[in-house]
């Protein structure tokens, strides 16, 4: 049905979306901490901080989305983005934590706007990257192995800054010194601007667009005239807040509950043979059992993994970096099954409408992911002011129950959440047959 990509292509894709995970990652983990415990920012104005730029942020990603479906070059729609965009957002990110001293309100100001800005050009990086994975090959079991090993390599680039963040921040003086936080984001920046810039570099879009430009009102039909992507992105605005609640709020779990920030080593690692093993697992389960189904049994014996320590005792740390582990391999589970139904949604977008808005997809999708960002940074801020969490406060039992609910009952909850928008994903393994069918001989005419 296509050409096979080259396994050099492969490595590079995977490896740019390492590199933008690990830059995504340092930012999820330690920005909010950065902000509170070392400027001094309280914690509900950091919070607020991080969900206006967010949700600013994340309107503007349908129109990014909207703006590659329309670009043409010789170069292909996405692929130059990402040979200029990755530069600058490494300069934001490391303004992001640079601590320029002065008042509280220029702090405050300063904060705000590199913030914002670091999305913006998040975004133009971000929605290039994944959609260029659906013009990659014509091939859509070929399609769904490059993201397979895209996830692992974002997985992996999680996993660096999870394991290796707070070595590298000890390497440099420590979580409490500004100037480790700043030395550690230009490392990271670097990597990621490198990584990315070599996957657009070296990647080919195979998919060839019209020659004619889809019109932004036309472009929309691809979201709103598309049931079974709608189903999908509603059920991603809540599994996405899993993890965006868990990389908020782990350093100060580990740190209040565990007593040692050294600890998210030990998370980090439960992360990634976790996730690792359930997205091995995933495409060996997908030729047994349909896509909707394999969603939904990781969604159930998710939430349960996220119950028994919490209900068994956390405090234990063996017990709970297991079940840590099994969480994570029913995330990443979900985390494959989702992308790889999404591809399928492009199709249906050009088997009903006549085009795929691949930009566009892929955009409302870091949307989404963005938008549950901000969802999950209002749910820690607002947890950290009901438990009264001031920063290097004596530990109390109250904020320990406290942490433990946020870390393993509130993703509990949000797995089997996840469920119910699932339902409504309607296209069948028989139905998905028929529309590659379909295309294979409207393409051919």
């Given at each position: ?230 189903a999908l992105l509603a059920s991603l605005l809540i599994i996405n807040l899993i993890n965006g609640i868990r990389q908020s709020i782990q350093l100060y779990y580990v740190i209040y509950v565990w007593g040692d ?185």
């Amino acid at each position: 049905m296509g050409t096979k990509v080259p396994v050099k292509e492969k490595i590079f894709f995977s490896g740019g979306l390492l590199g933008q995970n690990i830059l995504y990652s340092f930012m999820s983990m330690y920005i909010l901490f950065f902000y509170t415990d070392l400027l001094g920012i309280p914690a509900t104005t950091a919070s607020l901080i991080l969900v206006v730029a967010s949700i600013v942020d994340a309107c503007l990603d349908p129109v990014m989305g909207m703006i590659t479906d329309k670009t043409r070059t010789k170069w292909g729609k996405f692929r130059p983005y990402l040979l200029f965009a990755p530069f600058l957002i490494a300069a934001a990110t490391v303004l992001c934590f640079w601590d320029f001293g002065g008042s509280s309100t220029l702090t405050l100001v300063i904060a705000s706007i590199s913030y914002l800005l670091w999305g913006m050009l998040y975004t133009v990086c971000d929605t290039p990257l994944w959609a260029l994975s659906s013009v990659i090959s014509k091939d859509p079991d070929e399609r769904t192995l490059v993201v397979t090993l895209g996830k692992i390599g974002g997985t992996l680039g999680a996993v660096a800054v999870t394991i290796g963040g707070i070595q590298l921040l000890l390497a440099f003086g420590g979580e409490r010194n500004t100037d480790a936080y700043l030395y550690s984001a230009i490392l990271v920046a670097a990597i990621a601007a490198v990584s990315i810039f070599l996957t657009g570099l070296t990647s080919k879009e195979r998919v060839t667009p019209s020659p004619d430009k889809i019109s932004f009102k036309t472009n929309l039909q691809t979201i709103y005239k598309n049931k079974p992507l709608l189903a999908l992105l509603a059920s991603l605005l809540i599994i996405n807040l899993i993890n965006g609640i868990r990389q908020s709020i782990q350093l100060y779990y580990v740190i209040y509950v565990w007593g040692d920030a050294v600890y998210v080593t030990q998370v980090g690692i439960s992360l990634v043979v976790g996730m690792l093993l359930g997205m091995v697992a995933t495409p060996k389960l997908l030729r047994l059992f349909s896509k909707k189904k394999v969603f939904i049994a990781s969604c159930l014996l998710g939430s349960l993994s996220c119950l028994i320590p919490y209900l068994f005792g956390d405090e234990n740390r063996i017990f709970a970096l297991v079940f840590f582990g099994i969480s994570f391999f029913f995330s990443g589970m979900t985390i494959i099954v989702s992308t790889s139904m999404l591809l399928d949604t492009i199709d249906y977008s050009e088997w009903k409408l006549g085009f795929r808005g691949e930009g566009i997809v892929f955009s409302t999708n870091t949307f989404i992911t963005k938008f549950s960002g901000a969802v999950s940074r209002i749910i820690i801020g607002t947890s950290l002011g009901f438990l009264n969490y001031v920063e290097n406060q004596p530990v109390t039992p109250g904020l320990q129950h406290g942490l433990s609910f946020v870390m393993f009952i509130l993703p509990a909850l949000c797995f089997v959440a996840a469920i119910i928008p699932i339902l409504f994903y309607n296209i069948s393994d028989k139905q998905r047959e028929r529309i590659l069918s379909d295309l294979e001989i409207s393409r051919a005419l």
